[in-house]
């Protein structure tokens, strides 16, 4: 019996992708696209394929492998998009419920959280991430170092993700 | 636990803030750094939080205390210090 391929992965390896598949594909085509969750099924189905074929031998990592894959089908499907409905009204999503509901308890917290913080690091997050400067221009907006910039934001996370981690 | 070096990636990524080049480097480093795609993951649903409209407060309320003092005031505070150090 030939010894079985030691680079070649198992076809089930590629469904441990499926978080990191989704949130790159989440960002490229917007959470709100309803088609995300089909994009990210047709990755892996042809992940799988491509595993199982044999055209995938284990070359680069699993990860690699799936990166490219993503890569090329999200530029394909933006450019169907861009073709066939490019003058069509997006569907509106139904959000999932249970999802919805557990946003908006995290979005409660943070806020919550934002309400404690001593202005000085609000006044960070706020230049930070709603006005979106870059932490040199927040530097000179406050007066501050670069360095301090990114201690303040840090720090004011880790607060945050504390309190949603209860 | 040691820091990954593509770590200080995720915040400009969340904000669309890198270069093209630098996005397509990180976004297949996190295919293979679950560190760096957990810390990012969670850093997600912070930020988009963040970015609503209400949940950090306005800039009169927030950073009208910190506009820096004009020019000519920071220049003279400078001038003041450099003397002070100066006769000391």
């Known amino acids: 019996m030939a010894p079985p391929d030691k680079k070649a992965p198992r076809e089930d390896s590629v469904l441990q992708y499926r978080a990191v598949i989704s949130f790159r594909v989440r960002k490229a085509l917007g959470s709100s696209n309803p088609d995300w969750e089909d994009v990210v099924n ?12 044999g055209e995938f031998r284990g070359d680069s990592s699993v990860g690699t492998f ?3 894959i993503t890569s090329r089908r999200i530029i394909d499907y ?4 861009t073709r066939v409905l490019k003058h069509a009204p997006e569907p509106v999503p139904y959000p999932d419920p249970h999802d919805e509901m557990e946003h908006r308890e ?15 690091f609000r006044d960070v997050l706020y230049l930070y991430y709603y006005r979106e400067l870059s932490r040199d221009e927040v530097a000179r907006a406050l007066d501050i170092s670069p ?3 990114s201690e303040r934001v840090n720090y004011a996370l880790k607060l945050i993700q504390k309190a949603i981690r209860k | 636990m040691k820091k990954c070096k593509y770590e200080h990636y995720i915040d400009d990524y969340l904000l669309d803030k890198l270069k093209p080049d630098d996005q397509a480097e990180f976004e297949e480093h996190y295919f293979i750094c679950p560190h760096c795609f ?6 997600s649903e912070i930020v988009q939080i963040l970015r609503k409209e ?20 920071r220049l ?3 001038l003041r210090r450099g003397r002070q150090s100066s006769i000391k």
Request: net charge positive; proline share 8%; charged share 30%.
């Open chain 1, 78 to 81: 933006i450019r169907q998009k």
């Open chain 2, 38 to 43: 957990a810390k990012m993951d969670q850093q």
């Open chain 2, 54 to 73: 209400g949940v950090l407060p306005t800039p009169g309320e927030a950073c009208a205390r910190h506009r820096p003092a004009p020019w000519w005031r």
């Open chain 2, 76 to 78: 003279l505070a400078r």
């Open chain 1, 66 to 68: 799936l990166y490219t």
């Open chain 1, 42 to 53: 047709e990755i892996l189905t042809q992940a799988v394929a491509k595993i199982k074929s």
């Open chain 1, 106 to 120: 995290k979005a409660r917290q943070v806020e919550q959280v934002v309400a404690g913080l001593k202005p000085k």
């Open chain 1, 147 to 149: 360095r301090r910039v």
